[in-house]
């Protein structure tokens, strides 16, 4: 197997970027440079604390990590997970000092990117500045589609979304079946997530597994049909932007994706 074509089905900063601007053999080989400077983490271990003046950039490389404020009266809300292949803090060299936490939710290795390697790459590559802006501007893109659900979906219909959103985001680097991926969050996590009770979360996990929409077992998610999970909450995909979408060949996880509507 050529071993850029290897690279490509291993690395998940790689694999995901290549839903958005076109990168060549060269980029990919830079980007994947990013991965040496990794260390493990711990759940529940602060990433990026609140206040911090960032030396460097955050690469989840693997494992799960969330970014969460806290309220004055000590409240958590979650918003935002953290999947293999997103950037925690890009924006951190020009925002400065972050505004919110970021922390490991499962054991993660993370990238620790100097800000001069970055700043190299940006300002002499416009094709990976155009990369790295592309997946920023998809978070912020999550990040309104998670605000339309807090304000406009049911409970129910916000856990169904959020489920595929998580099936179709670990798809994409490799990480996910075809109905099923990983699912660390626990029902309070879930429910800082999405503005409810914990309760309130366990009853509507149970009334979807009764309709027969998800299957829960051993911290993986199974949907049966995700078409149909899809219509119930109406799961529309093009939030995410893939301006290429991954054939079987190039994705490496046996998954063939259509248009952004028909995935």
Known sequence: MDATVALSRSNPLILRLRHGP????????????????????????DIVRAGDVAAGVHLILEGFAFRYKLIDDGQRQIIGLLLPGDFCDLQSVVLGPS?????????????????????????????????????????????????????????????????????????????????????????????????????????????????????LKDRRLNIPDVGRLRTFCDFDPSYLHLIRTPDHEAGGNGLRIGSQREI
């Open 22 to 45: 076109d990168l060549d053999a060269g980029d990919r080989a830079l980007l994947a440079d990013f991965s040496k400077f990794n260390r493990n983490l711990e759940p529940q271990q």
């Open 99 to 215: 505004d919110h936490y970021i922390a490991a939710l499962t054991a993660c290795t993370v990238a620790d990117i100097p800000q001069e390697r970055i700043d190299s790459l940006v300002f002499r590559d416009s094709r990976l500045a155009r990369a790295l802006w592309w997946a920023t501007l998809v978070d912020e893109s999550i990040l309104r589609e998670w605000l339309a659900s807090m304000g406009q979906r049911s409970a129910d219909k916000r856990i169904a979304h959020l489920f595929c959103e998580l099936l179709l985001r670990q798809q994409l680097v490799g990480a996910a079946g075809e109905h099923d991926c990983p699912l660390p969050l626990t029902q309070p996590m879930l429910a800082d997530i999405l503005g409810i009770t914990t309760i309130h979360v366990s009853r509507i996990l149970r009334d979807l597994r009764l309709a027969g929409l998800i299957q």
